[in-house]
């Protein structure tokens, strides 16, 4: 189920970094916020559900890929822009959240799935 929550954020991030028109962060007019969020949200989710350094390595990567090609596909787009500052809001983002996620920070997962079994999910 977890991973199944983490890809739906990243789809969800996708959708957003490639609407014509998406939400914005009121007072954000770069929208340095937003990103910072979204991508910090996908690297402390990723890095929750993966334990080893390899792996929140590789997901850090990915991640990062993801911000940079979001950012090609909004320039060859016609509607958006392509933005350096965005990739680089991106990847502090994912850094954030993977510096966020445990041991640094407690992990909320499994008080939620034991909240989650007793509603019956």
């Not at 028109?21 to 954000?28: A, F, N, Q, T």
């Amino acid at each position: 189920m977890w991973w199944g929550i983490g890809w739906a954020l990243v789809a969800l991030v996708g959708v957003f970094s490639l609407m014509p028109k998406p939400p914005e962060v009121p007072g954000d007019p770069g929208n340095w916020s937003g990103h910072l969020m979204a991508y910090g949200a996908l690297g402390a989710w990723f890095a929750r559900l993966l334990l080893q350094g390899r792996e929140r390595l590789r997901a850090a990567l990915l991640l990062i890929g993801m911000g940079v090609l979001m950012e090609v596909l909004q320039g060859l787009s016609g509607y958006r822009t392509f933005d350096l500052l965005d990739m680089f809001a991106n990847t502090c983002g994912v850094l954030l959240g993977m510096l966020a996620a445990p041991p640094r920070l407690p992990s909320g997962l499994p008080m939620l799935e034991r909240w989650l079994l007793r509603l019956g999910f």
